[in-house]
C-alpha cells in the first residue's frame, strides 16, 4: 500500500531516511526480478519510486534531512 503524505510528515528525519534506505533496498530487488524475469508486479516498481520521491520531497520540506 502506498504511503500518504500525511503519514509521511508524522515521522521524524531518522524515520524518513530509513524508509528512504528500505523503499531503495525494495526498488534495488524488484529491478533484479524484472531482469531475472520473475517480477510478478512490474508496477510495484513505479510506486516504489514515487515513495522515495515522496519521502525525500517532505524530508527536503524540512530543514536536516540529508541523504
Same mark, same amino acid.
Given at each position: 500500500? +502506498? +504511503? /500518504?503524505? &500525511? =503519514? $509521511?510528515?508524522?515521522? #521524524?528525519? #531518522? =524515520?524518513?531516511? &530509513?524508509e $528512504? &534506505? /528500505?523503499?531503495?533496498?525494495?526498488?534495488?530487488?524488484? @529491478?533484479?526480478?524484472?531482469? $531475472? %524475469?520473475?517480477? !510478478?508486479?512490474?508496477? @510495484?516498481?513505479r +510506486?516504489? @519510486?514515487?515513495?522515495?520521491?515522496?519521502?525525500?520531497?517532505? %524530508? !527536503?520540506?524540512? $530543514?536536516?534531512?540529508?541523504?
Open positions: 500500500p +502506498m +504511503m /500518504k503524505p &500525511n =503519514e $509521511v510528515r508524522n515521522f #521524524d528525519n #531518522d =524515520e524518513i531516511l &530509513n $528512504v &534506505n /528500505k523503499r531503495r533496498e525494495e526498488l534495488r530487488e524488484l @529491478r533484479f526480478q524484472a531482469a $531475472v %524475469g520473475q517480477l !510478478s508486479n512490474p508496477r @510495484r516498481i +510506486m516504489a @519510486r514515487r515513495e522515495i520521491a515522496r519521502l525525500l520531497t517532505i %524530508g !527536503s520540506e524540512r $530543514v536536516g534531512v540529508q541523504e
